[in-house]
Nanobody, 118 residues
């Protein structure tokens, strides 16, 4: 089975930056996509950003221009650089990995808290 280890969460002031990372370990032959989701209190879980092994990316409209997703396929690791953070970015962020194809097996990290406040 695949295990995801997340790091980089924390508390910052508005306008600050954080860099999240997620490393997948285990026997992995092919990763189709790696991405980040978030869930704020009282809100539905939403897609933040995703990158496929082919290099395609997709971002939530609310984070375009502020967040950048990147990956290292050789290390099975995905990163999320978050700049110009806003209080509305406060949420638990979850790493997600999908194997083989768009409908292949998926795995989730435990989640890491990001808090943006003054």
């Amino acid at each position: 089975q695949v295990q995801l280890v997340e790091s980089g969460g924390g508390s910052v002031q508005p306008g600050g930056s954080l860099r999240l990372s997620c490393a997948a370990s285990g026997i992995i032959f092919s990763i189709y996509a790696m991405g980040w989701y978030r869930q704020a209190p009282g809100k539905q879980r939403e897609l933040v950003a995703v990158v496929t092994s082919a290099g395609s990316t997709n971002y939530a409209e609310s984070v375009k221009g502020r967040f950048t997703i990147s990956r290292d396929n050789g290390k099975n690791t995905v990163y999320l650089q978050m700049n110009s953070l806003k209080p509305e970015d406060t949420a638990v962020y979850y790493c997600n990995v999908v194997l083989y194809s768009a409908y292949g097996p998926e795995y989730w990290g435990q989640g890491t808290q990001v808090t943006v406040s003054s």
